[in-house]
């Protein structure tokens, strides 16, 4: 079985629901990337200590991390066993976000920083849209040329049921 996992695709795509089910599944921590960049109060960490935390995690002997954040997609390949591309439609993706807004209006998601309660800022939804256009292409480019075994997801289902087959 694999001890390295990312899981990387669209927000709203289930990332970090897949990689507490992984967690909970194979008793391998899960690490939201979301947690090390945001402070409370939806500030953002500084890109060095940012980039030492996530040092700290990619160093441990399992893991399953979930988050796109391009610029260290290339670095946390180089530690993974394998790499999980959620492939799921934009519909779905903004379904999902409009969803998980409502859900946890006024509170903080379990993968998030405490302090930062959910909400959805005007720049959100159109950054989702672009996604298959602007980000997808780029992410898959550094994945095919990273050498590390990967699957693409067109489903949450799909994904999940790739998991449980293990």
């Known amino acids: 079985m694999y001890r ?10 289930g990332k970090s629901t897949l990689a507490r089910h992984i967690a909970q ?21 500084e890109r060095d200590d940012f980039d030492a935390l996530l040092e700290i995690e990619l160093a441990k ?60 800022d005007p720049e959100f939804p159109d950054w989702i849209a672009a996604y298959p256009n602007d980000v997808r292409p780029q992410m898959l480019d550094i994945l095919q040329k990273s050498g590390v075994p990967y699957r693409v997801f067109p489903t949450r289902d799909a994904a999940y049921q790739w998991v449980d087959s293990i």
């Not at 002997?61 to 790499?83: E, H, I, K, S, Y």
Request: net charge positive; charged share 25%; with cysteine.
């Open 4 to 13: 390295k996992i990312l899981i990387v695709g669209n927000s709203g795509a």
């Open 25 to 45: 599944r194979f008793s391998i921590p899960a690490v939201h990337l979301d947690c090390l960049w945001w402070l409370p109060g939806w500030q953002e960490r």
């Open 61 to 120: 002997p399992a893991w399953v991390m979930d988050g796109n954040f391009r610029r260290t997609f290339a670095r946390r390949l180089q530690f993974a066993d394998f790499c999980m591309f959620l492939d799921v439609d934009t519909k779905t993706c903004l379904q999902s976000v409009y969803a998980r807004a409502e859900a946890y209006r006024g509170k903080t998601r379990p993968d998030m920083t405490e302090g930062c309660d959910e909400r959805i």
